[in-house]
């Protein structure tokens, strides 16, 4: 058998749920549309895993993750919040599709960038999936005004930018370069899931839970932007 095979149908099951989750958030089902993400984002992780453990990478292969990531981190999320916005803003909220453009054109630049071996430049696409597809787990409380529906359009438009823009951000592979910086992330993470959690069980209400994800992937953000402008030592 061709070992090749094994990465490359783990890579389609990570489409295949990308795809589930962009019927789904078509349907209102967005807990369960976030639920598929995270499921392509497992798949995500051991594609690559398993082709370097098997020794078998290809060409095929790497413009097969691009495509199913483009689905489940870019067409999914954008679907959700477009979805989730639309009884607010009409078609105005078809605005929020631009991410899945621009998610695609972050993917490409990643295939032909040398620098991203064990960091990245620009916000990698699964952390944008997972911001946005918590956040439309959220009741639609969250919208009381309009006003704050046009602010997450704005915010959508942000993530474009930062999906390719040229600002470092860190992964856990460079761990060993980058040790005090992840561990501090991870410190607010489990302040954040903490916080999150204990405001879910106390309004019986799991959204709560799930916007941890957006909470940690903002911290994320705000920490890498603030590396990148922090004052370098000379």
């Not at 990643?110 to 952390?127: C, K, M, Y």
């Not at 046009?150 to 823009?165: E, H, T």
Request: glycine share 6%; net charge positive.
């Amino acid at each position: 058998m061709n070992k090749r095979i094994i990465p490359d149908a783990i890579t389609s099951c990570n489409l295949l749920c990308g795809s589930i989750a962009v019927f789904l958030a078509t349907q209102g089902a967005f807990t369960w549309a976030f639920v598929f993400i995270l499921a392509g984002a497992f798949f995500d992780f051991f594609d690559g895993l398993s082709a370097r453990l098997l020794k078998a990478p290809s060409p095929i292969g790497i413009q097969l993750d691009s495509l199913a990531d483009d689905i489940t981190f870019g067409l999914a999320p954008s679907m959700m919040l477009f979805c989730w916005l639309r009884p607010v803003l009409g078609w105005w909220a078809g605005l929020a599709l631009l991410m899945a453009a621009f998610s695609a054109l972050r993917l490409a630049k990643f295939n032909v960038d040398e620098r991203q071996h064990e960091s990245f430049i620009g916000l990698a696409t699964p952390a944008n999936a997972i911001f946005w597809g918590a956040l439309c787990c959220m009741p639609y409380a969250v919208l009381a005004y309009d006003w704050m529906a046009w602010v997450l359009i704005g915010l959508s438009l942000v993530s474009c930018w930062l999906l390719n823009a040229e600002i470092p951000f860190f992964s856990f592979k460079s761990f060993k370069k980058e040790k005090t910086v992840i561990l501090l992330f991870l410190a607010g993470c489990v302040i954040l899931i903490g916080f999150c959690v204990a405001k879910a069980v106390a309004t019986k209400h799991i959204e709560f839970a799930l916007f941890s994800g957006t909470a940690c992937i903002l911290w994320y953000v705000l920490l890498n932007i603030l590396l990148y402008f922090a004052p370098k030592k000379k």
